[in-house]
C-alpha cells in the first residue's frame, strides 16, 4: 500500500514548512515536496502607505534577516527620491549602509552555522535529536557555542549602531542614512574589551572556516554525495567582479561556469526573471526567461555568489576563496553541503569589511542624504544572507504605494531546495523497510544547507487558488471548497 | 495681580493661581496629569477624558477645572490609572494602531501612555474601522487611521486669517479627520511640521521626511511620558 510521510513542522530553518513524501507500494520514493504552509502579505497591505514607509514597514516580515528587507526598500526608494543606484548616496550614507548590512550578515551568517547547522555536523544527523539542538552543542563544545553566541552578538552590535536598534530599525531612509557613526560607537566595535572587538572576530570566523574544513576531510564522501546536483547560480557582484552583498550588477552562471545573465543592470531584472505560482506552495518558483521554466532555474546565497563572483576583495577571505574555487577547479562548485563553506567564507569577509568600514573617517561625516528628481518607480537588489533580495515598488503622484513585489531570496531557492529533498529522500529512503528519524533529518539537513526564512519568502497572494479538500477516515471526500 | 490659593492632589498641599486649570497648577508643581487633547495657549476642550481626576469627590477634566482655594484633588489612586488606562485601550482599539512601522513611534504620546499604564491586551474589542487615507495634500499625509478626534489641529493649524486648514467630516461613528484641500495647497513646510509636532499620535504626517530622526533621540526614548514633568518635583 502507497505511504506519504511528513515531516512537520522542518526544526532548525526560520519559519514554518512542512515536506510530504511519497512512497509507493514497494516504497520507492515517488516524489517529495517542500511546501512553505505560512502565509505573507506584505505586497498587499503596503499599498497606499506613504512610500518612506516601505523600508520600516516592510522588514517586519522577518525578525532574523530585517535589515535586508530594510536596505533593499530603501534602494529601491533611493531611485525614486532621485538619489540614483550604488554611489548616487553620499560616501557616509552609502558606507553606514554598507556597515548596517555587513553586520548583518556577520549575525545571520553565525546564527544559522552555530545555532542551526552546527549540531549537525557536530553531533552528527543521526545523533539523538533531544541533544541534537544547541543546547547540545552548548553541553558538548562549551567555548564553541559562546564564541557564536558572542559573534551573533557583535553584529547584532553592529546593527544597533547604524539602524538605531538591533532588531527592526530605521537607520535607512530613501536618499540615504538618519545618523552617522559616533567615535564612541566606532572604539566600542574596533577596540572593545576582549573578546567583543572587531580583530577577535576576524580570528573566530576563520577558525569556523577551519572547523568546517576539517569535518569536511572526516566526512568527504558523506558531504560530497549529499544533494549534489548541477544548477545556474545567481547573485550581485560589484561591476569589477568582486563579490559585495551591498550593491553590483545581476550575474548568472550554469552550472560550468558559463555566463547565462552578464551583469546586467538590476532595475532590469523583470525582463530577465519570471515567477511561476504552483497549487502546492504559497511560494513562489523564479526562473531566468530567456532559459524557460525547465531550464531557468538558479541557487542563490554563498554558494551562487562564490560562484558567481571572480574575487573577494579582503585578503584573508580571499585566500580563503582561491581554496575554494581550487577544489572544483574553478568551475562552480554545486555540492549542496559546500553553501556551508562558503557561508563561512562569507562570515570571514563581513568581518574584514566591518573592520574596513570602522577605520573610515567618512563614518563620522554628517553629510546624510541626498535627493533629485522625484520619479514614480525604483528596483532595489541586495545580497541578503540566504541570496538576492529584489524590490520593486511603484507610486503614485501622492506619495502613495500602488505596487510592490518581492522576490524573497529563500523564493529564489525554492525549485533548488525542492530538488535536494526529492533527491535525499530517494537516496535516503528507497526501498528501506522503516523509515528512520536519522533519514528524515536528512532531508532538514538538505533544506537548512540553504538557511530558508520561509517566513519571508510566501507571497503568492491572490495568484494561488485556495483548494481545500475534506476527507473521511476511509479516505473518501467529504467536502471540497475552492475559491 | 493673581490670587495665590493652596490645594491638595493626593493628599499632598500644593500652591497654585486661582482661575489656572488643575493640569498646569498641577504641572507647575511637579504633578503629572496625562493630556491628549489639551495643549498650552489653546482654550481646552476637555475632549479626551484622560485628564479625569476628582475633585471634591466629583470627577472632573483637569484640564478645563479652573483651580480654586481648597480643592482637594485626586489623581493617582487606583480608580483613576485604571479609568485612564480604560481610555488608553478604548482610543487604541477604537483606531487602526500599528506602532512598528508608524513614523511617530517614539514620539507618540498615546504611545507613550500605553507603555505609562502598562497596557498590554486591551479589555475591549477591536473595531477594526476601515478609514481612508488622505495624501492628496502635498505637504501632509493624513492617516486616519490613527486619529483619536482630539481637536489639536483644528483649534491650532490656521492660516493669517484665523481659518482652519483641518476640519471635522461627518457626525457619529462616522467622523472623521479632514483637511481643507484648497488651503492645503498653500501650506508652509514649518506649518506642516506644527502640525505633525502637536498631533498626539501619528494622524498628521510631514510628507518625504519620515524616520530622518534617528533612534534614541525620540522625544520618550530616554525619558517616558511625565517624567519631564516630575523630575521638576519640588
Same mark, same amino acid.
Given at each position: ?6 515531516i512537520?513542522p ?14 509507493d ?8 515536496r ?9 505586497? &498587499?497591505?503596503?499599498?497606499g &502607505? ?10 517586519r516580515?522577518?525578525?532574523?534577516c !530585517? ?11 533611493d ?17 553606514? &549602509? ?11 551568517h553565525?546564527?544559522?552555522?552555530f545555532?542551526?547547522?552546527? !549540531?549537525?555536523?557536530l553531533?552528527g544527523?543521526?545523533?539523538d535529536?533531544a ?44 536618499? /540615504?542614512?538618519?545618523?552617522?557613526l =559616533?567615535?564612541e560607537?566606532?572604539d ?33 564522501e ?12 545567481? =547573485? ?25 545573465l552578464?551583469?546586467?543592470?538590476y ?10 505560482v ?11 526567461k ?10 542563490v ?6 560562484? *558567481? ?12 576563496f582561491?581554496?575554494?574555487r581550487?577544489?572544483?577547479? /574553478?568551475?562552480? @562548485? @554545486?555540492? *549542496?553541503l559546500h ?10 569577509h =563581513? ?17 546624510l ?14 545580497e541578503? !544572507? &540566504? ?22 531570496s529563500?523564493?529564489? #531557492? #525554492?525549485?533548488?531546495? @525542492?530538488?535536494?529533498?526529492?533527491m ?11 523509515i528512520?528519524?536519522p533519514?528524515k ?6 533544506i537548512?544547507?540553504?538557511?530558508? *526564512? ?12 485556495l483548494?481545500i479538500?475534506?476527507?473521511? !477516515? ?10 | 495681580m493673581s ?8 493628599g499632598?498641599?500644593?500652591?497654585g ?23 498650552? +495657549? ?8 484622560i ?5 471634591n ?11 480654586? +482655594? ?13 479609568i485612564r ?21 517614539? +514620539? ?7 507603555y505609562?499604564? $502598562? ?14 487615507? +488622505? ?19 483644528i483649534?491650532?493649524?490656521?492660516d493669517? $486669517?484665523?481659518?482652519s ?5 461627518y ?21 506642516? $511640521? ?6 498626539p499620535?501619528?494622524?498628521i504626517?510631514?510628507?518625504e ?18 517624567s519631564?514633568?516630575e523630575?521638576?518635583?519640588?
Amino acid at each position: 500500500m502507497a505511504q506519504k510521510i511528513t515531516i512537520e513542522p522542518v526544526t532548525r530553518v526560520e519559519g514554518h514548512g512542512k515536506v510530504t513524501i511519497h512512497l509507493d507500494s514497494k516504497m520507492n520514493v515517488q516524489q517529495t515536496r517542500l511546501h512553505i504552509v505560512e502565509f505573507r502579505g506584505f505586497e &498587499r497591505f503596503v499599498q497606499g &502607505r506613504p512610500y518612506w514607509e516601505a523600508p520600516v514597514l516592510v522588514q517586519r516580515l522577518c525578525g532574523i534577516c !530585517p535589515v535586508s528587507h530594510h536596505l533593499a526598500a530603501a534602494k529601491a526608494l533611493d531611485v525614486i527620491v532621485g538619489a540614483g543606484t550604488g554611489k548616487g548616496l553620499t560616501a557616509t550614507g552609502e558606507k553606514m &549602509r554598507r556597515l548596517m548590512h555587513y553586520g548583518q550578515m556577520f549575525q545571520s551568517h553565525a546564527l544559522h552555522f552555530f545555532h542551526l547547522s552546527s !549540531p549537525d555536523f557536530l553531533l552528527g544527523y543521526d545523533a539523538d535529536p533531544a541533544i541534537r539542538n544547541v543546547v547540545g552543542v552548548a553541553q558538548k563544545f562549551p567555548e564553541l557555542a559562546t564564541q557564536g553566541v558572542l559573534m551573533r552578538k557583535f553584529g547584532q552590535e553592529v546593527i544597533n549602531f547604524t539602524a538605531g536598534k538591533k532588531i527592526h530599525g530605521t537607520g535607512a531612509i530613501p536618499g /540615504g542614512i538618519n545618523k552617522n557613526l =559616533s567615535i564612541e560607537e566606532r572604539d566600542f566595535l574596533l577596540k572593545g574589551d576582549d573578546p567583543m572587538n572587531v580583530d577577535k572576530m576576524i580570528e573566530w570566523a576563520g577558525d569556523a572556516v577551519n572547523l568546517f574544513k576539517d569535518y569536511y576531510m572526516q566526512n568527504r564522501e558523506f558531504v560530497d554525495n549529499f544533494a549534489h546536483f548541477p544548477s545556474n547560480h545567481l =547573485s550581485l557582484v560589484r561591476e569589477d567582479g568582486a563579490l559585495d552583498f551591498y550593491h553590483g550588477v545581476m550575474r548568472a552562471v550554469d552550472s560550468e561556469g558559463n555566463r547565462v545573465l552578464d551583469d546586467v543592470d538590476y532595475q532590469d531584472y523583470y525582463k530577465h526573471i519570471e515567477e511561476e505560482v504552483k497549487n502546492w506552495s504559497y511560494m513562489k518558483f523564479p526562473y531566468m526567461k530567456h532559459l524557460g521554466k525547465d531550464k531557468g532555474w538558479y541557487r542563490v546565497g554563498p554558494l551562487a555568489r562564490l560562484n *558567481c563572483c571572480d574575487f573577494i576583495p579582503t585578503p584573508k577571505a580571499q585566500k580563503e576563496f582561491e581554496a575554494f574555487r581550487a577544489h572544483t577547479n /574553478g568551475k562552480p @562548485n @554545486n555540492y *549542496c553541503l559546500h553553501t556551508h563553506w562558503a557561508r563561512l567564507i562569507e562570515l570571514l569577509h =563581513s568581518a574584514e569589511v566591518i573592520k574596513e568600514l570602522l577605520e573610515d573617517p567618512d563614518l563620522q561625516k554628517d553629510d546624510l542624504v541626498v535627493k533629485g528628481k522625484k520619479g514614480n518607480e525604483g528596483v532595489g537588489l541586495i545580497e541578503a !544572507p &540566504r541570496g538576492t533580495l529584489f524590490h520593486h515598488y511603484k507610486i503614485n503622484d501622492d506619495d502613495q504605494i500602488t505596487m510592490a513585489n518581492l522576490i524573497v531570496s529563500t523564493t529564489n #531557492n #525554492n525549485e533548488p531546495m @525542492n530538488r535536494s529533498v526529492n533527491m535525499v529522500s530517494k537516496n535516503m529512503m528507497t526501498g528501506k523497510a522503516v523509515i528512520t528519524e536519522p533519514m528524515k533529518n536528512a532531508v532538514e539537513v538538505a533544506i537548512r544547507a540553504y538557511d530558508p *526564512c520561509l517566513s519571508c519568502a510566501t507571497h503568492a497572494l491572490g495568484k494561488m487558488p485556495l483548494d481545500i479538500k475534506l476527507y473521511g !477516515p476511509d479516505d473518501e471526500e467529504l467536502d471540497h471548497y475552492k475559491s | 495681580m493673581s490670587e495665590k490659593v493652596k490645594f491638595t492632589i493626593d493628599g499632598k498641599e500644593f500652591e497654585g493661581t486661582k482661575g489656572q486649570f488643575i493640569v498646569d497648577a498641577a504641572a507647575e508643581n511637579g504633578v503629572y496629569i496625562p493630556v491628549l487633547c489639551h495643549w498650552k +495657549d489653546v482654550t481646552p476642550s476637555g475632549s479626551c477624558r484622560i485628564c479625569s481626576v476628582k475633585v471634591n469627590g466629583r470627577f472632573m477634566t483637569a484640564c478645563t477645572t479652573p483651580l480654586e +482655594d481648597g480643592m482637594e484633588v485626586e489623581s493617582e489612586t487606583e480608580e483613576i490609572q485604571d479609568i485612564r488606562k480604560a481610555i488608553v485601550e478604548m482610543l487604541f482599539v477604537e483606531g487602526n494602531h500599528f506602532c512598528p512601522a508608524c513614523e511617530k513611534s517614539g +514620539d507618540c504620546d498615546l504611545q507613550g501612555l500605553g507603555y505609562r499604564y $502598562q497596557m498590554m491586551v486591551p479589555r475591549f474589542p477591536y473595531a477594526f474601522e476601515r478609514r481612508e487615507l +488622505d495624501a492628496a495634500s502635498p505637504k501632509i499625509f493624513l492617516e486616519k487611521n490613527r486619529c483619536i478626534f482630539c481637536k489639536r489641529c483644528i483649534r491650532m493649524i490656521k492660516d493669517e $486669517q484665523g481659518k482652519s486648514y483641518f476640519a471635522f467630516k461627518y457626525r457619529g461613528k462616522d467622523l472623521e479627520i479632514s483637511m481643507d484641500k484648497e488651503l492645503a495647497k498653500n501650506m508652509s513646510e514649518e506649518l506642516a $511640521q506644527e502640525a505633525m509636532d502637536i498631533c498626539p499620535v501619528g494622524a498628521i504626517l510631514r510628507k518625504e521626511v519620515g524616520f530622518a530622526k534617528p533612534i534614541g533621540t525620540r522625544k520618550y526614548d530616554k525619558m517616558p511620558i511625565g517624567s519631564d514633568v516630575e523630575s521638576s518635583q519640588k
